[in-house]
């Protein structure tokens, strides 16, 4: 997992998921599923405004973060 602002991320189900570390309820996920959970390797990293992952294909996701209340 990458965690940013009080946020954990993690790619489940080929979803990219926003947890809140404080309470572990799930805040966000991406919709559709955007990847296949098999082809995902690695967790997602951390940009100072984003949120980066890839699959085994070579696809870069990328995700603003936004702001966390």
Do not use: M
């Amino acid at each position: 997992a990458a965690i940013a602002n009080d946020l954990s991320f993690v790619v489940a189900d080929g979803a990219l998921l926003a947890i809140d570390v404080t309470n572990g309820k799930q805040l966000w996920a991406s919709q559709p599923k955007v990847a296949s959970h098999l082809s995902v390797y690695g967790s997602p990293a951390l940009t100072g405004s984003e949120v980066v992952y890839a699959n085994l294909a070579g696809t870069v996701y990328c995700f603003g973060l936004g702001k966390h209340r």
